[in-house]
């Protein structure tokens, strides 16, 4: 699976539209980006899946480029209940499809 | 409609005991995979199972092992504790074992060896 590597830490502030870019150069043909968001004392939660150009859900959208050598999740209008460690990684659709690999993530900090 | 359910929240053992966590996945979720999640880290693959078999297993020595019971529901067990297994270990259920790419996280359980 490939290694994806994101920014430690971002602020912002409440309302502000927030864009988190993820790198992963090795990305293979098949692999997938799958973003996780992860609250204090709670498990991780899916938030959005894309292989390339733009996916959008109720939650989030992702951009990804031609190349697939990196990606943005982008975040409207954020609230302080956004504050929280957001996961950028890659899956592929065969072989080892349940093993979900996380690095340190991206601490989002949204001031009022 | 519940979520994916843990037991116990919190444990406190003491180094070279061993433990039993519990996890029972998601309604109409037949996939289960278990993450240890060490403070200020991401989650860790330890290990998934699907149809009451181990399918996949991450780096974790022979200490770790599981069990999966036929209604989905399933166990981590740790052997021999030691003071770097202290962390919060995750379940994980996927409808779907060949799609498992969307997990649903439980709580966790916070396991404190002393």
């Known amino acids: 699976l490939a290694k994806t590597t994101q920014p430690i830490s971002m602020d912002s502030y409440e309302g502000q539209e927030v864009n988190i870019t993820c790198s992963h150069n090795?990305?293979?043909?098949?692999?997938?980006i799958t973003w996780y968001q992860q609250f204090p004392s709670q498990g991780p939660r899916f938030i959005i899946q894309?292989?390339?150009t733009k996916v959008t859900n109720e939650v989030a959208s992702l951009f990804i480029p031609a190349d697939r050598k990196s990606s943005t999740l982008s975040l409207p209008r954020v609230s302080l209940s956004d504050t929280a460690v957001y996961y950028c990684l890659s899956w592929t659709p065969s072989g080892n499809t349940g093993k979900l690999i996380f690095g340190q993530g991206t601490t989002l900090q949204v001031k009022p | 409609d519940a979520g994916v359910t843990q037991s116990p929240t919190h444990l406190i053992k003491t180094r070279g005991q061993q433990v039993t966590l519990r996890c029972s996945p998601k309604s109409g979720h037949d996939t289960v995979s278990w993450y240890q999640q060490a403070l200020g880290q991401g989650p860790q693959f330890i290990f998934q199972?699907?149809?009451?078999?181990?399918?996949q297993r991450g780096n974790f020595p022979d200490r770790f092992s599981g069990h999966q019971f036929p209604n989905y529901s399933s166990e981590l067990n740790v052997n021999a504790l030691l003071l770097g297994d202290s962390a919060l270990y995750l379940c994980a259920s996927s409808p779907n074992y060949l799609t498992s790419y969307e997990q649903y996280f439980g709580p966790g359980t916070r396991l404190t060896v002393t």
């Open positions: 894309g292989y390339k």
């Open positions: 199972y699907y149809e009451e078999e181990e399918r």
């Open positions: 090795n990305i293979a043909t098949n692999d997938y």
